[in-house]
């Protein structure tokens, strides 16, 4: 969004409640400059966008804090984000996919790989179908924190799901298997990789060849 836009937006914030154009700073517009506040020196921005709603009884929607949660997590204010996931159900607003797969990137950064694979439970409670994304952040986050067998369980469901794996999704779940001492089923990956045309670099064949080290390989 252009700075023209910007400006017109902070002019709309100063009218007085009785101008014709007051109505036009609205839960969408606020949503929409709120999400476009990318780096950790505008975080202070959104937060005061924030306070400004809740003063003028604009209401906050599940798209409004998936907003500002996405503003935290590119601020690297983790601590902060979780206080923002928290105060959303708190508020009773229900989170959706988008808000979720935000929330596995803070779970990623943080190291809470059990909270990960509690998501999706909460998908499932609230009959939202997990896309690839989604489990490629879980699996991510498993594999860093070296619970590699986890990885592979969530791979498995993705697929029992009929989600279908992405390049991303094959690198990360062959070194899931990989890790695990499964080289047969990494190498079928790798296989299956190719087969489909996905790029297979440096990382995939560092995984394959960390599990051929295995002993009694």
């Not at 100063?14 to 517009?29: K, R």
């Not at 989170?95 to 999706?120: E, F, H, S």
């Not at 390049?167 to 990956?189: D, M, V």
């Amino acid at each position: 969004m252009g700075h023209r836009a910007v400006e017109i937006f902070d002019y709309l914030r100063t009218l007085d409640p009785d101008h014709e154009l007051y109505s036009l700073c609205d839960i969408f517009t606020y949503t929409t400059m709120i999400s476009q506040c990318n780096s950790h020196h505008q975080l202070r921005r959104a937060l005061e966008l924030v306070a400004e709603m809740r003063s003028r009884a604009v209401p906050l929607n599940v798209h409004t804090y998936s907003a500002l949660l996405n503003v935290c997590l590119k601020a690297n204010e983790l601590d902060l984000s979780m206080d923002v996931y928290e105060q959303m159900l708190a508020d009773g607003c229900t989170p959706n996919l988008v808000t979720y797969n935000t929330l596995l990137d803070i779970y990623n950064k943080t190291g809470r790989w059990m909270d990960a694979l509690n998501v999706l439970e909460l998908l499932q409670h609230q009959t939202i179908k997990p896309e690839a994304r989604t489990y490629n952040a879980i699996i991510t986050t498993c594999n860093n924190a070296g619970h590699y067998a986890e990885a592979v369980n969530v791979y498995k469901i993705m697929c029992a799901a009929g989600v279908e794996p992405n390049g991303a999704t094959y690198n990360i779940a062959l070194t899931s298997y990989a890790r695990s001492g499964q080289l047969e089923a990494a190498l079928a990956l790798f296989s299956m990789m190719g087969a489909k045309g996905y790029e297979r670099g440096a990382n995939t064949y560092a995984a394959v060849l960390s599990s051929c080290e295995t002993p009694g390989r």
